[in-house]
């Protein structure tokens, strides 16, 4: 179970309301449907050259192709995907993985945004057809997107102004210096308890 700022393992059945049929957005369903199309998305990457791979590589992943190949991305993919059906362990993900992740879901917004309705209701049914709000979904899931933040700006913080925005993983650094991670950073962190257990 990956670690949100809010909780996405809430069943969609206790809040969508079938006989009014009204739009809900699922944030689990949106996050496990974006990791699933990934996996085809390496498999046809891994079926070209690797030079080709890695230049179509860039405009699927913008951000985190800046510090990983298809085969570490692939790599990540797979810990994500492994980490958000697991019934028992939560994860913690870094900011090489929410980097990957941001990429991901903005793909999926992107290619949901210029689909028809009945391409949308195919992919998110649940969602009727509405638009995605991503940045409000930015909002209320992740707990930031330091990762994004140029690298020249993020340099030139010392590290009291870096502790002031609350940049403690140690793996944004790497992610925004294009640092290819480590074998361990690529790994979810798992959490000792339920994160949720003691929120209302």
């Known amino acids: 179970m990956l670690y949100f700022k ?17 739009p ?5 369903n949106f996050i496990i449907q974006a990791l699933v199309g990934d996996r085809d998305v390496f498999h046809g990457l891994k079926q ?3 030079d080709e791979a890695s230049q179509r590589l860039i405009p699927l992943f913008p951000h985190a192709s800046q510090f990983g190949g298809v085969d570490v991305l692939n790599s990540i993919s797979k810990r994500l995907l492994e980490g958000i059906v697991h ?4 994860y913690q993900m ?15 917004v992107e290619d949901y945004s ?6 949308r209701t195919g992919i998110y049914p649940e969602m009727m057809g509405t638009d995605i709000d991503f940045n409000e979904f930015l909002n209320n899931y992740f707990f930031d997107t330091a990762f994004l ?6 340099n030139s913080m010392n590290s009291e102004d870096k502790h002031q925005l609350g940049f403690a993983d140690p793996c944004l650094f790497g992610v925004i210096n294009r640092l ?3 074998k361990d950073e690529i790994q979810l962190k798992p959490l000792e308890s339920d994160p949720f257990k003691n929120t209302s």
């Open 6 to 22: 809010n909780n996405i393992y809430h069943p969609i059945e206790e809040s969508f309301d079938k006989e009014n049929a009204e």
């Open 24 to 28: 809900v957005f699922d944030p689990y």
């Open 48 to 50: 070209v050259d690797p």
């Open 87 to 90: 019934p028992n362990i939560w």
């Open 94 to 108: 870094n900011a090489y993985q929410n980097c990957y992740l941001y990429d991901c879901l903005v793909a999926v």
């Open 114 to 119: 210029y689909s028809d309705t009945d391409h």
């Open 149 to 154: 933040i140029d690298s020249d700006r993020y």
């Open 180 to 182: 290819i991670p480590t």
